[in-house]
Nanobody, 127 residues
Framework: QVQLVESGGGLVQRGGSPRLSCSAS????????MGWFRQAPGKEREFVAA????????YYADSVKGRFNFSRDNAKNTMYLEMNNLKPEDTAVYYC????????????????????WGQGTQVTVSS
């Protein structure tokens, strides 16, 4: 069992660069692929970024590629989403997620690939 807790959200000005964190409990965290998803009001939850169990591979949605950076520190059971040059359309609740199974590249962006989810943290970008 893995429990995930996000932090670092809040009200951010356009162009701002906050960092979200996701802390995980559970001894097997270091073997899990991890992902970030987001959900804006009235929209479906969408893929933002993902990282392989050892941090060797990262994947990004086109909308955030070049602006967001996903990293993990398995020794601290924590992963980070560095967000740069935020835009109003980045406003959403951001969720971290963990996948206990081995994922193929195409699976990282699929919500159904993930077994555990955090409660989410709100990021609001003011224009």
């Amino acid at each position: 069992q893995v429990q995930l807790v996000e932090s670092g959200g809040g009200l951010v000005q356009r162009g701002g660069s906050p960092r979200l964190s996701c802390s995980a409990s559970g001894r097997t965290f270091s073997t899990y692929a991890m992902g970030w998803f987001r959900q804006a009001p009235g929209k479906e939850r969408e893929f933002v970024a993902a990282i392989s169990w050892n941090g060797g591979n990262t994947y990004y949605a086109d909308s955030v590629k070049g602006r967001f950076n996903f990293s993990r520190d398995n020794a601290k059971n924590t992963m980070y989403l560095e967000m740069n040059n935020l835009k109003p359309e980045d406003t959403a609740v951001y969720y971290c997620a963990a996948a206990s199974r081995i994922l193929f590249s195409a699976s990282y962006a699929d919500r159904d690939s993930y077994d555990y989810w955090g409660q989410g943290t709100q990021v609001t970008v003011s224009s």
